[in-house]
Protein backbone atom coordinates (compact mmCIF):
# COMPACT_ATOMS: atom_id res chain seq x y z
CA UNK A 1 0.00 0.00 0.00
CA UNK A 2 1.07 3.19 -1.04
CA UNK A 3 1.52 6.45 1.78
CA UNK A 4 -1.77 7.95 0.18
CA UNK A 5 -3.88 4.96 -0.15
CA UNK A 6 -3.00 3.97 3.63
CA UNK A 7 -4.04 7.83 4.47
CA UNK A 8 -7.23 7.75 2.14
CA UNK A 9 -8.41 4.38 3.67
CA UNK A 10 -7.62 6.19 7.41
CA UNK A 11 -9.88 9.16 6.28
CA UNK A 12 -12.88 6.97 4.87
CA UNK A 13 -13.29 5.56 8.02
CA UNK A 14 -13.05 8.36 10.52
CA UNK A 15 -9.71 7.08 11.72
CA UNK A 16 -7.84 10.79 10.76
CA UNK A 17 -10.26 13.64 12.53
CA UNK A 18 -10.13 17.03 12.23
CA UNK A 19 -11.10 19.26 15.23
CA UNK A 20 -9.92 21.02 18.60
CA UNK A 21 -8.39 17.75 20.67
CA UNK A 22 -6.87 17.59 24.10
CA UNK A 23 -4.13 14.87 23.63
CA UNK A 24 -2.74 12.80 26.59
CA UNK A 25 0.28 14.67 26.57
CA UNK A 26 -2.27 17.62 27.51
CA UNK A 27 -0.81 19.98 24.05
CA UNK A 28 -3.73 20.50 21.83
CA UNK A 29 -3.82 19.57 18.65
CA UNK A 30 -5.50 20.29 14.99
CA UNK A 31 -5.53 16.50 14.25
CA UNK A 32 -6.10 13.06 16.18
CA UNK A 33 -5.97 9.64 15.03
CA UNK A 34 -8.51 7.73 16.33
CA UNK A 35 -7.26 4.27 15.78
CA UNK A 36 -10.39 2.14 16.61
CA UNK A 37 -12.12 3.46 13.59
CA UNK A 38 -10.37 1.94 11.42
CA UNK A 39 -9.40 -1.04 13.89
CA UNK A 40 -12.93 -1.95 13.85
CA UNK A 41 -13.07 -3.04 10.37
CA UNK A 42 -11.69 -6.40 9.96
CA UNK A 43 -11.00 -6.38 6.44
CA UNK A 44 -9.13 -2.80 6.73
CA UNK A 45 -7.04 -3.91 9.77
CA UNK A 46 -6.16 -7.03 7.74
CA UNK A 47 -5.23 -4.82 4.38
CA UNK A 48 -3.01 -2.86 6.64
CA UNK A 49 -1.55 -6.21 8.40
CA UNK A 50 -0.81 -6.92 5.32
CA UNK A 51 1.05 -4.37 4.17
CA UNK A 52 3.22 -4.33 7.31
CA UNK A 53 3.88 -8.28 6.86
CA UNK A 54 5.02 -7.54 3.07
CA UNK A 55 7.40 -5.00 4.50
CA UNK A 56 9.16 -7.71 6.46
CA UNK A 57 8.45 -11.27 4.92
CA UNK A 58 12.54 -11.35 4.51
CA UNK A 59 13.15 -10.44 8.26
CA UNK A 60 12.91 -14.20 9.45
CA UNK A 61 10.36 -12.75 12.03
CA UNK A 62 9.61 -15.57 15.11
CA UNK A 63 6.72 -13.39 17.15
CA UNK A 64 4.87 -10.35 16.73
CA UNK A 65 4.33 -8.33 19.80
CA UNK A 66 2.02 -5.48 20.47
CA UNK A 67 1.20 -3.60 23.48
CA UNK A 68 -2.29 -3.10 24.79
CA UNK A 69 -4.52 -2.48 23.50
CA UNK A 70 -4.78 -1.60 19.72
CA UNK A 71 -1.11 -3.49 19.61
CA UNK A 72 -3.12 -6.26 20.45
CA UNK A 73 -4.81 -6.33 16.69
CA UNK A 74 -1.97 -4.91 14.99
CA UNK A 75 0.50 -7.81 16.38
CA UNK A 76 -2.42 -11.00 15.46
CA UNK A 77 -3.22 -9.62 12.29
CA UNK A 78 0.32 -9.10 11.40
CA UNK A 79 1.59 -12.44 12.97
CA UNK A 80 -1.55 -14.35 10.88
CA UNK A 81 -0.30 -12.60 7.58
CA UNK A 82 3.59 -13.47 8.83
CA UNK A 83 2.77 -17.24 9.90
CA UNK A 84 3.97 -16.50 13.32
CA UNK A 85 2.80 -15.91 16.73
CA UNK A 86 1.59 -12.97 18.18
CA UNK A 87 1.63 -11.98 21.68
CA UNK A 88 1.30 -8.77 23.62
CA UNK A 89 2.59 -6.77 26.22
CA UNK A 90 0.77 -4.88 29.02
CA UNK A 91 1.04 -2.94 31.85
CA UNK A 92 1.35 -4.09 35.51
CA UNK A 93 1.43 -1.46 38.12
CA UNK A 94 2.63 0.71 35.77
CA UNK A 95 5.35 -1.38 34.49
CA UNK A 96 5.73 -2.79 30.51
CA UNK A 97 5.81 -6.28 31.00
CA UNK A 98 4.53 -9.87 29.37
CA UNK A 99 1.73 -11.47 31.65
CA UNK A 100 -0.31 -14.52 30.96
CA UNK A 101 2.55 -17.10 30.48
CA UNK A 102 3.76 -15.34 27.33
CA UNK A 103 7.78 -15.78 26.79
CA UNK A 104 10.54 -15.39 24.38
CA UNK A 105 13.50 -17.90 23.80
CA UNK A 106 17.15 -16.39 23.59
CA UNK A 107 17.44 -14.90 20.36
CA UNK A 108 13.98 -15.04 19.28
CA UNK A 109 13.39 -12.46 16.04
CA UNK A 110 10.38 -9.95 17.39
CA UNK A 111 8.58 -7.65 15.50
CA UNK A 112 7.24 -4.48 17.83
CA UNK A 113 3.99 -3.43 15.94
CA UNK A 114 2.18 -0.30 17.34
CA UNK A 115 -0.85 1.84 16.12
CA UNK A 116 -0.15 5.45 16.59
CA UNK A 117 3.27 6.79 17.82
CA UNK A 118 3.79 10.45 18.57
CA UNK A 119 7.00 10.66 20.84
CA UNK A 120 7.59 6.69 20.76
CA UNK A 121 7.94 6.10 24.51
CA UNK A 122 5.41 2.74 24.64
CA UNK A 123 7.26 1.28 22.19
CA UNK A 124 10.47 1.52 23.88
CA UNK A 125 9.01 -0.07 27.14
CA UNK A 126 7.92 -2.49 24.75
CA UNK A 127 11.38 -2.86 22.84
CA UNK A 128 12.69 -3.36 26.76
CA UNK A 129 10.54 -5.96 27.68
CA UNK A 130 11.72 -7.76 24.92
CA UNK A 131 15.04 -7.53 25.72
CA UNK A 132 14.88 -8.30 29.16
CA UNK A 133 12.72 -11.76 28.09
CA UNK A 134 15.63 -12.88 25.79
CA UNK A 135 14.30 -11.79 22.52
CA UNK A 136 15.82 -9.36 19.57
CA UNK A 137 14.11 -6.55 18.64
CA UNK A 138 14.32 -6.68 15.04
CA UNK A 139 12.16 -3.89 13.77
CA UNK A 140 9.09 -1.05 15.06
CA UNK A 141 6.29 -1.08 12.31
CA UNK A 142 3.79 1.45 12.78
CA UNK A 143 0.30 1.84 11.87
CA UNK A 144 0.73 5.77 11.87
CA UNK A 145 4.02 7.69 12.86
CA UNK A 146 2.71 10.94 13.54
CA UNK A 147 5.81 12.18 15.64
CA UNK A 148 7.34 14.01 12.36
CA UNK A 149 10.10 11.72 12.23
CA UNK A 150 10.92 12.63 15.93
CA UNK A 151 10.18 8.85 16.97
CA UNK A 152 13.47 6.94 17.37
CA UNK A 153 13.86 3.88 18.55
CA UNK A 154 17.98 3.62 19.10
CA UNK A 155 19.87 1.08 17.05
CA UNK A 156 16.29 -0.74 16.09
CA UNK A 157 14.70 0.44 12.62
CA UNK A 158 11.53 1.57 11.83
CA UNK A 159 8.85 1.24 9.63
CA UNK A 160 5.70 3.32 9.36
CA UNK A 161 2.82 2.71 6.79
CA UNK A 162 2.02 6.41 6.99
CA UNK A 163 3.88 9.35 8.12
CA UNK A 164 2.41 12.65 9.35
CA UNK A 165 3.58 15.71 10.79
CA UNK A 166 1.21 16.69 13.34
CA UNK A 167 1.28 19.94 14.95
CA UNK A 168 1.07 20.30 18.53
CA UNK A 169 0.74 23.36 21.40
CA UNK A 170 0.77 24.41 25.14
CA UNK A 171 -2.60 25.33 26.27
CA UNK A 172 -0.99 28.81 26.48
CA UNK A 173 -0.17 28.96 22.45
CA UNK A 174 -2.93 27.63 20.92
CA UNK A 175 -4.09 28.78 18.39
CA UNK A 176 -7.55 27.17 17.98
CA UNK A 177 -8.08 28.00 21.65
CA UNK A 178 -7.56 31.65 21.16
CA UNK A 179 -10.08 31.61 18.01
CA UNK A 180 -12.78 29.94 20.79
CA UNK A 181 -12.51 26.35 19.17
CA UNK A 182 -14.58 24.18 21.31
CA UNK A 183 -11.71 21.25 23.37
CA UNK A 184 -12.37 17.51 22.88
CA UNK A 185 -10.75 15.44 25.14
CA UNK A 186 -9.34 12.00 22.88
CA UNK A 187 -7.57 9.01 23.78
CA UNK A 188 -7.14 6.09 26.38
CA UNK A 189 -7.96 9.08 28.80
CA UNK A 190 -10.15 11.31 27.41
CA UNK A 191 -14.22 11.20 26.13
CA UNK A 192 -15.35 12.22 23.24
Not at 55 to 79: D, M, R, S
Request: with cysteine; charged share 25%.
Amino acid sequence: MTEKEVYDLLVETGAIMTGHFLLTSLRHSPHYVEKFNVLQHPEMTEKLCKAIAEHFKGAQIETVVGPVTGGIILAHETGKALGTRAIFTERVDGVMTFRRGFTLHEGERVLIVEDVVTTGGSVREVIDVVKKFGGVPVAVAMLVDRSGGKATFDDVPSFALLHMDVETYTPEDCPLCKDGVPLTKRGSTGKK
